[in-house]
C-alpha cells in the first residue's frame, strides 16, 4: 500500500461529497432502493432483499433471484463565495461523472433458510477543487468503496423471520493536496494512494402480523477502516524552524503512517401497508451514528512530518435521523411504479466543515419503475435527486478551517437502469 494517515483521513471524510446521502455513506444500492430513496426496508424484496433487508428473503418466491444494476451518477459544481483566514476564497469545484455497477442475489427456499449475497458500493466517489486554497485541503479527494455482503435467512415461523451476514469492505483511493502561501511559495504536497479490507456484520428482522401489514428493523455495524501504508511529498523547512531564511528550502518526505477511521453503525426501523394488494406505502427511520467521529488522529513515523502534519484535528460529528417514505403501485401485471422522499440531516457541525466534505441538510426526490418482459426476465429505470440547503458559515461558528462563507448548488443526480432474472 501507498498511503499516508492524513491522506486516508481526508480521503474518508470526503467520500461522497454532495452525493445521496450526509456524511460519507451511500444507501442507494439497487432499482428500487433509487426509485424509493431507500425507504425499502420493510418491504424490500427480490434479490436486493439480501442486502436491505436478509430476513425478507423468506419471503421471496420460491425460485434463486437475481439482479444487476448499473448507476449514472453526476454531481455538479459546488459554488462557494467567502473567505478562507480573511483571504478571499470565492471558487467552485469541478463536475464530476461516475458508473456505478451493483449486484444481488437470493436464492430458492432450503427448508426454513435462504441465502443471499451483495455486491455494492455504500460509499466513494470524488471531490476536487481548482482553486489554490481550497486545493490546500481538496485537490483531489477519490475513493472507491465495494462492499461484499454474504446473507442468511431464517423463516422463524409463518409471520417472523431473522436474518444477517458478514460486511467485507475494500476500499482504494488517491489523495492530492498542495499549498502555495504567500511570502513562502510552497508550503508542503502531498500526493498518495491505497487499500484496505475491513469487516462488520449486518442483522434483520421481519414480522408481518396478516398479508398487508409489514414491520422490520436493520443494523448495520460500524467497521473500522484500518489503514497503513506510505505517504510522500514535501514540507517547506520555514514550518519548522518559523525563520523566512528558510523559505525556499523544501524537505521531502517518503515515510510509514497509519490511520483508523469509522465507517458509522446504521439502525433502519419501517412499518409497510399495502392497499387493496395493489399500493404499498412504507415508513423509515434510519440513525445513523456518527457521533464515534470524534477526530482525525493521523500518525507518521517520520517525527519531522508528523511534527507538521501529524496533529489531531477535531471533527466532533453527529448522529444523525433520516425519514423515507416510499410509494409501490402495482399498476399492472407486467408494470410497477415507485416513487419516495427523504428528509436527510448533515452529521458535520459548522465548527469543523472543510472544502472536502461541504456537506448539508438535504431533501431527496425520486421516480421508477419496473417491467415484467417475461415470466423470467424484468426490466427498470429509476431517478433520484438529492438537494441539499446552501450551507452558510458564519464568524460566530469559529470555524477551524478559517472558512467563513456560503457553500451553494450541492446537489447529484443518479439514473440508474436494471435487470432482474429469475430461475
Known sequence: MNFSKRSLVLLSTCIATTIYAAGYKIPEQSLNSVALSAAYVANANGADASYYNPANMVWNDDANLLELDLTYINLPRIEYDGTVAGAPADDKSISEQFLLPTGHFSSKAYGKVRYGLSITAPGGLSKRWNGAIEQASAQEFTLKVIEINPTIAYKVNSNFSIGGGIRAVYSTGRVKATRNLPPLGPTYSEDMNGDDVSFGYNLAASYRPSNDWKFATTYRSKVNLKEDGTANGYINKYLLTGNLADAATLIPYDTNANVSIPLPATLDIAVAYTFKQKTTIEF??????????????????????????????????????????????????????????????????SQTLGFELPDADAKLYSVGFEYKYSKKLSIGMSYLYDKKEDRTISVSDDNINGIVGTFKDISAHLLTVGLKYRF
Open 284 to 349: 423509515v427511520y434510519e440513525r445513523v451514528y456518527w457521533s464515534k467521529y470524534k477526530d482525525l488522529d493521523f500518525n507518521f513515523d517520520d517525527p519531522i512530518v508528523e511534527a507538521v502534519l501529524g496533529q489531531p484535528k477535531d471533527k466532533n460529528w453527529e448522529d444523525t435521523n433520516t425519514y423515507r417514505i416510499g410509494i409501490t403501485h402495482q399498476y399492472s401485471d407486467k408494470l410497477k411504479l415507485m416513487a419516495g422522499f427523504a428528509i436527510d440531516n448533515s452529521p458535520i457541525p
